[in-house]
């Protein structure tokens, strides 16, 4: 079956270090998003990519990077952690490109199990 | 995308029905009422969609109001497992449109055994 992960699931790093994400989907999906989730704050988008080539920006984008060099993965750096980015970071997929299809089953987006990152 | 309303939390006791409300006071009339879900732990995860008519689907149903200025979410029989962040999500598809799925803070529901 199709499916997205994420690896690792649980990461503990000091304040400083560069520190990568992994999201890998096997559903083929065009679409891919960054994610996180702290209390208070609900799920804010930090970046996302329609496919091969493409990143973009999403509302909390700073210290983070992106680059998708296929379509079944889109790592997420931290370029230099801060204690600001300890959270719980989702990746998720979607089938539709960067113009949707008109289709709102193409646009139904598929959710990793998460990373919980904690930066000290 | 227009924006929406749910109330923070709601309680339910099992086996009964649930409705979740949503306002949507602004809703254009090409933006489709998207229903997650967020299982504690776990990732979101898609419930039901709708434009104008109600939606069945085996997860939940789907009420949509007449004006569709507002929406509920109908558990036919809550179970404990049901006990999740239930989000309300606008989707304009209208020419094509690029954007993203924007979460709120959602609904917290609770299941009473």
């Known amino acids: 079956d199709a499916e997205i992960t994420q690896s690792p699931r649980h990461k503990i790093t000091e304040t400083g270090r560069q520190v990568t994400l992994a999201c890998h989907q096997t559903w083929n999906h065009n679409n891919m998003f960054w994610y996180r989730q702290d209390l208070g704050h609900g799920l804010r988008l930090i970046h996302y990519s329609y496919g091969v080539q493409d990143t973009n920006k999403g509302e909390v984008s700073d210290g983070y990077s992106v680059s998708r060099s296929n379509t079944e993965d889109l790592p997420l750096t931290l370029e230099s952690a801060a204690s600001s980015q300890t959270s719980v970071y989702f990746c998720a997929s979607s089938e539709s490109g960067q113009w949707t299809s008109g289709n709102p089953e193409d646009d139904t987006q598929y959710f990793g199990p998460g990373t919980r990152l904690t930066v000290l | 995308d227009a924006k929406t309303t749910q109330p923070n939390s709601m309680e339910s006791n099992e086996e009964e029905p649930v409705h979740l409300p949503c306002n949507h006071s602004t809703i254009s009339g090409t933006d489709y009422i998207h229903w997650y879900r967020q299982l504690p732990s776990q990732g979101p995860e898609y419930v039901i969609h709708g434009l104008t008519s109600n939606v069945n689907n085996r997860m939940a149903s789907l009420a949509i109001a007449e004006d569709r200025k507002s929406s509920t979410l109908i558990l036919h029989r809550a179970t404990l497992r049901d006990a999740a962040v239930y989000y309300c999500?606008?989707?304009?598809?209208?020419?094509?449109?690029?954007?993203?799925?924007?979460f709120g803070k959602g609904t917290k529901l609770s299941v009473k055994p």
């Open positions: 999500i606008l989707r304009d598809y209208y020419g094509g449109s690029q954007g993203n799925l924007i």
